[in-house]
């Protein structure tokens, strides 16, 4: 850089640190004021969270919200939909409450508004952060046009537990990829400005390590070491500190075996003193009150706790509104603290503008013109496409030719509602297609699609109804000989079938683990009647985590997995089934052999032991499975082929103040266009502590013509290398080192460096 830039970006830094300041100075003064003239009531009001309107997404409802509103007693509502609902509510604050404080307006917009994007899940298998970023900016105009101005998102828990149904809404298994997303994640939502009318304030959530919960029960119980947490689990929440997340959501489990809601060290002694965040924290629905089923007191007692812990906000629990002057007066909390969780509060509606104009969100002309709109849509079927895994395709039969006869089957195949995905509350599904509607539009006047339903999603209609709730309920009542025997009858005129499969979308979400892991009895059979009629068979997976496949693996030539790809997800299966788009997704997640094998993934330790496959006594192994996954982590097939030349790196060693480079060049060596994920994992082979055997550490997104080659370079710096020790500090520990690229964590080039 020259003297000159140097100084001029010095200048742009002082400045920026200026205007921050006389921001702040500003907003302090004007929250200062208003504080001055509040009761006591009115600020424990701020810090209550009630919820309103018809999404329902916990055990209870809050009452009386209109009479809570005009004594000053809510802060913020959430999961209401609508301009006129949400005006509503606002005037009564502003014009019916003493001080005329505006309402903060949240809501689930996890992936996408009415424009719904796939689940977080499967995002975070494009490896696209420029993707994943626009996802959550169009969810954020759609959002803030219909009068949202803060969303609970980014979920970062990293989860390695599949049968916990929320890994849906995560990124994964993978710390590294996760911390990206949730910065990519945050920058879309927040843009640079909170103010803005088309931004909104991001919630990260579920803080923390909700993603391990033993038995991949949901809200159980977690323990971890600290060192785990903060080397595999912490770094996403860390990420979402780094980028200027405006807000954080608590976890329901214990950890240290202290409820997040109360845990001090978890609140303020990580969040606010290690990370530096200085936004609000709120907990999850009642979770304060939860803390009575966890053994922790009665509600004036959690209430306190959760208060003195860090807690700002209180979801529907009421046990801040209802406890907290009698725990002032019992000496169990001081002014002091409540101050402080209502000033936070307070700067973030400052922040987003409200104290300007209340009804900034509120406008019914963007309301009109700004959600669902067809730029939005093509954008959500471009990503949708991205998501998809191809992890088998024997004789390439995809892509599908538009041509001849194609049965269509499978419990999936037809609905609409399921299409979307988990946590799609603002979703309008009659709106989407169905799979059936898609392809037919795909292949008019070309290839004739035939449906049969074939089978139910399971037999048990019990376990049906519950993986079908919030009205997506769909059981057939035939008799499943019968609907197998048409689907059977069917596929047998037809030249190929598509099998539109896997777990309807409540499978997948809160409160939906699963013990077994495998595709349900009745499509099986269903799967095993079409096998027999000796056409190709193109599975189309759906499904909100890592699934057990053996048996598609073993006998189905084909099998796409296509999670839940958002409103648009019909037509960007057909994108890819029909080959206008090559597969390009990558698993964030391993796929194991057998739920035994859970927790399974890439970037454990070693054993005194290690045996990375199959049976040898006195190994780390088991008798009856092998030790590796079905598929590995960041493993995914295209309708092409990549290859890679040998690695060069820029040295062998390295200062730990210092770099390296690692190149290496991908060529598309088949016949169509592609994207492949360009993955570099580091090993550190010796440290003060065991250290994995292979972490990510940076991944490039290409795209290449076939026959096309492009060189992709990483950057090796100290902050790739870096972990933390016994004492909890971020070091570089010199040694050796290990670097592998390639195209998944097991299909790896490696070659060793030394830092000095
Ligand atoms: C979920 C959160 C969600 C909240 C509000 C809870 O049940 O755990 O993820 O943000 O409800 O809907």
């Given amino acids: 850089m020259t003297f000159k830039r ?167 298994e993978d710390p590294y990829l996760g911390s990206e997303i949730c910065r990519a994640m945050i920058e879309g939502y927040q843009g640079k400005n909170l103010a803005d009318p088309t931004t909104m304030m991001s919630c990260v959530k579920h803080f923390a390590l909700y993603g391990a919960p033993e038995a991949g029960r949901d809200y159980n119980t977690v323990d971890m070491s600290h060192l785990r947490m903060f080397n595999e689990y912490f770094p996403p929440y860390k990420a979402g500190a780094d980028a200027g997340a405006g807000s954080y959501m608590t976890s329901f489990n214990t950890i240290d075996y202290i409820p997040a809601t109360g845990n001090r060290w978890l609140l303020t002694e990580v969040l606010r003193d290690k990370w530096g965040f200085d936004g609000f924290v709120v907990t999850d629905y009642t979770a304060i009150s939860e803390m009575i089923n966890h053994g922790m007191g009665d509600l004036q007692t959690v209430s306190a706790l959760a208060l003195n812990a860090g807690t700002d906000m209180d979801m529907v629990a009421e046990g801040f509104l209802g406890t907290l002057e009698q725990s002032l007066s019992e000496g169990k909390v001081t002014v002091a603290t409540i101050d402080q969780a209502c000033r936070r509060i307070l700067e973030a509606k400052y922040k987003l503008g409200l104290f300007d104009d209340p009804y900034r969100y509120l406008d019914t002309k963007r309301a009109k013109k700004e959600i669902y709109t067809d730029a939005h849509r093509a954008e959500a079927r471009r990503i949708a496409t991205e998501t998809f895994v191809l992890l088998k395709n024997d004789n390439n039969v995809l892509p599908l030719k538009r041509e001849g006869k194609i049965a269509l089957v499978g419990p999936l195949a037809n609905t609409r509602a399921n299409m979307p995905g988990t946590w799609s509350v603002a979703a309008a599904s009659d709106r989407y297609s169905t799979l059936l509607e898609a392809m037919q539009r795909a292949t008019a006047g070309k290839a004739e699609v035939m449906y049969a339903k074939g089978c139910n999603v399971c037999y048990d209609e019990e376990l049906e109804k519950n993986a079908t709730m919030f009205g997506r309920e769909m059981r057939d009542p035939r008799d499943a000989t019968v609907m197998r025997d048409e689907a059977v009858r069917l596929a047998q005129q037809c030249d190929v079938i598509v099998a539109a499969m896997g777990e309807p979308s409540e499978m997948s979400g809160e409160s939906s683990s699963r013990s077994q892991l495998t595709i349900l009895d009745a499509q099986k059979d269903l799967l095993e009647a079409l096998k027999k009629t000796g056409k190709p068979i193109v599975l189309l997976n759906f499904s909100g985590r890592a699934t057990v496949m053996n048996w598609e693996v073993e006998n189905l030539s084909t099998i796409l997995n296509v999670w839940f790809g958002g409103s648009e997800a019909a037509d960007a299966i057909c994108d890819v089934v029909f080959g ?31 045996n990375p496959k199959w049976f040898t006594k006195f190994t780390t192994n088991y008798l009856d499975v092998p030790n590796d996954p079905l598929f590995p982590f960041g493993y995914g097939l295209s309708y092409t082929t990549f290859s890679y030349s040998p690695i060069t790196l820029s040295g062998n060693s390295m200062t730990s103040y210092g770099s390296l480079t690692a190149s290496v060049t991908v060529t598309n060596t088949g016949n169509c266009a592609g994207a492949e994920v360009v993955q570099l994992y580091i090993r550190d ?19 290449l013509q076939p026959g096309e080659s492009q060189t992709v370079t990483f950057n090796i710096t100290p902050d790739k290398l870096k972990f933390y020790n016994t004492q909890l500090d971020f070091v570089l520990e010199p040694g050796d080192f290990e670097v592998m690229i390639g195209g998944d964590s097991q299909h790896v080039q490696r070659l060793p460096f030394t830092v000095k």
Avoid at 74 to 89: E, M, Q, Y
Avoid at 686 to 696: D, F, H, N, T, Y
Wanted: aromatic letters at 6%; glycine letters at 10%.
């Fill in 685 to 703: 082979m010796v440290g003060s502590i065991a250290r994995p055997v292979q972490e990510l550490k940076d991944f490039a997104r290409i795209n």
């Fill in 6 to 172: 140097f100084i001029s970006a010095l200048l742009v830094v002082a400045c920026g640190l200026v205007a921050s300041a006389s921001n702040d100075a500003k907003m302090d003064k004007f929250i200062d004021n208003l504080m001055s003239k509040m009761t006591l009531q009115e600020k424990i009001g701020q810090l209550n969270l009630p919820v309103t309107g018809d999404i329902v997404t916990g055990t209870s409802v809050s009452g009386d919200v209109v009479g809570r509103i005009e004594k000053g007693q809510v802060g913020g509502l959430f999961n209401l939909k609508g301009v006129s609902n949400i005006r509503a509510l606002q005037e009564i604050a502003v014009k019916r409450s003493r001080l005329g404080i505006p309402l903060i307006f949240g809501m689930d917009v996890i992936h996408g508004y009415e424009t719904v994007f796939p689940i977080p899940f499967a995002l975070s298998m494009t490896w696209d952060m420029e993707a994943i970023r626009n996802s959550a900016r169009i969810a954020a105009v759609e959002a803030t046009a219909d009068g949202i101005c803060w969303t609970f998102s980014p979920m970062v828990d990293i989860c390695r537990e599949p049968r916990w149904g929320r890994m849906s809404e995560g990124s994964g």
């Fill in 580 to 610: 206008d788009v090559a597969p390009s997704g990558k698993l964030t997640a391993t796929m194991p052999r057998n739920e035994g094998q859970i927790p399974l993934y890439y970037n454990h330790l070693n054993t005194g032991r290690p």
